[in-house]
């Protein structure tokens, strides 16, 4: 990847996404969602691809995963890398196989909000061994294997510390348990707070959500902001959901409306999603929710 290619990237996703393909001289070009999962939408990826589209990013946002088969598809097709970001997607699966065992490489997250953590850091996951060693060679300043203080490609400092992996370990043990934690809280909202008008970000079919956030729309912007504002009133923090990279700074320069994403991003909050929140916590968020409509 380098100048002059293209990768197509949600613009409903952290900005991390896009500077990632900016640091190689590639060039993000985005591509909207669809309505019901939040996820990159294939049709959008269809029409984006040029020849000089060299990738696509397939993000699971939030925790549920993309609609696979059809992007799967057309990266075959035209002979396109799929790049996985699993960052928000540890415990999700799509017809029955586990986030990162389907692009031809994978990146996970471990920093301190996200279901499992190191602290800081992550995880790249591949099928593909050559691209695994380059990985390997590349985090720890371009070592050759086997060879004391020999460099012979520019490589960097992305070693994750002793400490930190062992944390990342002992986190491994509870995975299973966190998991199950995150997607009962969210069914807990789902249940708690059906009669409102709130449209909860759902599980798609042939897929299990990992739920790293609890997160929905309201019927407008003014009522999502007046909405967070009365919970912060209250002591309980949420946040908006992420802006579509198109409309932001840096990667602004092509812009072009994404009138899906931009509706989604402009009514959508995150509610606390910690996995051990206690029932008086949880009542007290649900309670405010409440008092609020």
């Known amino acids: 990847m380098g100048p002059g290619d293209e990768v197509i990237v949600p613009t409903l996703t952290y900005v991390a996404c896009a500077n990632a393909v900016a640091y190689t001289g590639a060039v993000p070009v985005f591509a909207d969602c669809a309505a019901d999962s939040w996820q990159i939408d294939p049709q959008e990826i269809r029409s984006s691809i040029t020849p000089r589209t060299k990738a696509i990013m397939a993000v699971h946002l939030y925790g549920q995963p993309c609609e696979l088969d059809p992007i799967l598809e057309l990266a ?3 002979k396109l890398f799929v790049i996985e970001d699993c960052a928000e997607a540890f415990g999700a699966f799509y017809k029955g196989r ?5 692009g031809d490489v994978a990146a996970f997250s471990f920093f301190g909000n996200k279901t499992i953590t190191t602290g800081e850091g992550g995880m790249i996951v591949s099928n593909d061994g050559s691209l695994i060693e380059r990985c390997r060679r590349l985090r720890g300043q371009g070592l050759v294997p086997g060879r004391e203080y020999w460099h012979d490609v520019l490589g960097y400092n992305y070693r994750m510390s002793n400490v930190a992996a062992a944390i990342g370990l002992a986190q491994l043990e ?13 069914q807990r909202y789902f249940d708690r707070l ?9 599980e798609a079919p042939n897929t299990v959500h990992a739920y790293w956030m609890v997160s929905a729309l309201t019927r407008s912007e003014g009522e999502r902001d007046g909405l967070r504002h ?7 923090e949420t946040r908006q959901l992420f802006n579509p990279l198109h409309t932001m700074g840096l990667h602004s320069s092509r812009f072009a409306r994404k009138t899906v994403a931009e509706g989604i991003a402009a009514r959508g909050l995150n509610l606390p999603s910690w996995p051990d929140i206690s029932e008086t916590e949880f009542e007290l968020v649900c309670r405010a929710i409440d008092n609020f409509f």
């Open 98 to 102: 586990p986030m990162g065992a389907f």
């Open 230 to 236: 009365h919970l912060a009133a209250a002591g309980i």
């Open 174 to 186: 509870r995975a299973d348990e966190l998991v199950r934690l995150k997607r009962e809280l969210a």
């Open 76 to 78: 075959q097709r035209h």
């Open 194 to 202: 059906s009669y409102l008008p709130l449209k909860f970000h759902r």
